[in-house]
């Protein structure tokens, strides 16, 4: 879908020339209502939030959930903010870091395409975390998890992938910035303290992606430290703590500082461009398979020739993966390691597993990231006939466009691309193909009333107390 237009107004354009960035932002966040935000806007928003609370629930059966849990546990003090599914209370921040390693730990959550961030798995565990503790409106906590997707989107889409390319995951730097925002609104913060907040934004946001190189947990802990840092930077900025005016822009800014030498291909200019007008969040794709969204076209291609020409695994000779280069580093190299991953998150991120998988059984889904598929013989032998090369047609960053190519042992080749990767873009999930994928994730951990009555919950959360929202999320009736 394109970006939707809202009555909201922005700060005006002369205006524009003499504000900076972050103040641009904050005249826009303090003076942002629920009722300026268009109604179908905010439908899609409570859509995204639908999704996380199923990827969230489904994260607590995986031993990561339980290890971060014992590990928060063992340095929280008491508290009274809810875990989503879990039956345990943290104090505010700590239920925020939680709860955001559950929303991202499967990596099954929402993307947008172009910024290359996931913008939900912050933005809406720290909005629920801060509204629940400050007893504010489901409209309210709606209107801040907004803002904090708008921010964190709009950083990534200014970086254009070059934070990415500089060794950082933008999700965990983007979502410092919109979760300071969001936090600040539900603080009812000034224009100048919500300033103040993302300037301290730049000074707790960090995450480096040296997991790639090992499938380490790091990447789940980024978007639930940004919630955590947001939270911070807000607090800090209602006491009056003074924060930089110029963190955007800045000669020490946070895009000189994290997009190296190619600081020249960052369009500062979408930090505002047709704020208030434009909700980005409208362009954020919900993902239909829980491994790297890099990878969704290539798996849909496999499948597809799978299904319309039946070949199977023992037929085929050669595999070729089509991907825009700048994606090989994440997904496709070193090929060695890719072929054989180690732990299901390194599978997440492998173009080789996940190919070889899809022809073998047929499917992905979490069922081929269980140790038994793993090991799995034919699996790993169809992986290392797999080589991956440049997609001279890729619409990347735009979308995570892919493709493939099979070689058969009589000859025969068949391709079959995806320039739109399904869930993106004119292939946007539906409502339906949202609340199913909600319902299949929440039917791991849960009875199906239990799941029903969130889902509501979730789609009425505009007309209730934030309270009713995480009291359902905690499974509490």
């Known amino acids: 879908m394109s970006a939707q237009t809202a009555p909201a107004s922005a700060p005006a354009a002369d205006a524009a020339t003499t504000l900076s960035i972050s103040q641009q932002i904050a005249e826009f966040a303090a003076g942002l209502t629920p009722e300026a935000i268009p109604a179908d806007v905010r439908e899609c928003a409570k859509l995204h939030v639908l999704d996380v609370c199923g990827t969230a629930l489904a994260a607590t059966r995986f031993d990561f959930a339980q290890h971060a849990l014992a590990g928060i546990s063992n340095i929280a003090e008491n508290g009274d903010n809810t875990v989503i599914g879990m039956n345990v209370r943290l104090p505010m921040r700590d239920a925020v870091l939680m709860n955001g390693i559950l929303a991202h730990g499967l990596d099954y959550d929402d993307t947008h395409p172009g910024a290359i961030v996931h913008p939900t798995a912050s933005a809406f565990p720290c909005a629920l975390g801060v509204a ?254 797999v080589h991956h090369e440049a997609d001279p047609d890729s619409a990347f960053p735009k979308y995570f466009s892919g493709g493939v190519v099979v070689t058969t042992k009589d000859g025969r080749e068949f391709v079959h691309m995806e320039k739109i990767n399904r869930g993106a873009g004119e292939r946007a999930l539906s409502a339906e193909d949202i609340t199913e994928k909600f319902h299949d994730n929440a039917a791991l951990v849960i009875s199906k009333p239990q799941a029903t009555r969130i889902r509501d919950a979730v789609m009425a959360m505009d007309r209730h107390p934030a309270r009713t929202l995480a009291r359902a999320l905690a499974l509490k009736n």
């Not at 793993?374 to 992986?383: M, P």
């Open 132 to 385: 629940e503790r400050r007893d504010a409106s489901g409209a309210d906590l709606l209107m801040a998890y907004m803002l904090g997707v708008e921010v964190a989107t709009r950083l990534g889409v200014a970086a254009k992938g070059t934070m990415h390319t500089q060794g950082f995951h933008t999700t965990g730097i983007a979502g410092h910035f919109g979760c300071s925002v969001a936090a600040g609104k539900l603080f009812n913060l000034s224009p100048q303290r919500l300033q103040y907040a993302q300037g301290f934004a730049g000074s707790t946001a960090s995450a480096i992606s040296e997991h790639r190189a090992d499938g380490a947990w790091n990447k789940r802990l980024h978007p639930a430290w940004a919630g955590v840092g947001g939270i911070t930077a807000a607090g800090l900025a209602s006491g009056g703590f003074v924060g930089t005016k110029k963190i955007y822009e800045g000669a020490d800014g946070i895009f000189r500082s994290h997009t190296g030498t190619r600081f020249n291909e960052v369009d500062m200019g979408a930090m505002t461009r047709g704020l208030g007008k434009e909700w980005l969040l409208s362009e954020v794709a919900v993902k239909p398979f829980p491994i790297c969204h890099l990878l969704h076209a290539c798996a849909d291609s496999a499948l597809a020739i799978r299904r319309k020409h039946n070949v199977k695994a023992e037929d085929i000779t050669k595999i070729r993966a089509l991907l825009h280069p700048e994606t090989f580093h994440y997904i496709a190299e070193p090929p060695e390691m890719r072929r054989r991953p180690v732990s299901d998150y390194m599978a997440k991120f492998s173009v080789q597993f996940v190919l070889a998988a899809c022809f073998v059984r047929g499917r992905f889904g979490f069922a081929e990231l269980e140790t038994d598929a793993l090991n799995d013989a034919q699996i790993l032998a169809l992986a290392q006939k």
